[in-house]
């Protein structure tokens, strides 16, 4: 079962929150981070424009991902590593509580989300 109405909110309250203070309007035409949901998983995506200035495709980069466990309630936090492969991040146990995994992300103790 996809996400209901209502957890569409929540994420957007805490996921898509992030996104928005993380993008600045200064700066929306060099930098921005969104929100992608695809079934039970939410990934935030650092958003470029083409290197050498020329118009096309912007390039996207994974951020943190946050995957939903429905039979468990519980929240999994994961990085993109080197590998470009997402990983679980393993400095912090699965929740139920999605907006603690946004702070952990936007606090980024190991630089592991923002560099």
């Known amino acids: 079962m996809a996400f209901t109405e209502l957890e569409l909110k929540r994420i957007d309250r805490t996921v898509g929150e992030l996104c928005r203070r993380s993008s600045p309007a200064e700066h929306a035409d060099e930098l921005r981070f969104e929100c992608d949901i695809d079934g039970h998983t939410v990934s935030v995506m650092e958003m470029r424009p083409p290197w050498d200035g020329r118009p096309g495709d912007w390039t996207r980069h994974g951020v943190a991902r946050f995957r939903y466990f429905r039979t468990r309630n519980e929240w999994k936090l994961y990085w993109m590593r080197a590998d470009l492969k ?3 991040y ?3 146990a699965p929740t139920n509580d999605l907006a603690r995994l946004v702070k952990v992300v936007e606090e980024d103790k190991y630089c592991a989300f923002f560099g």
């Open 86 to 88: 997402w990983h679980v």
């Open 90 to 92: 393993e400095p912090q």
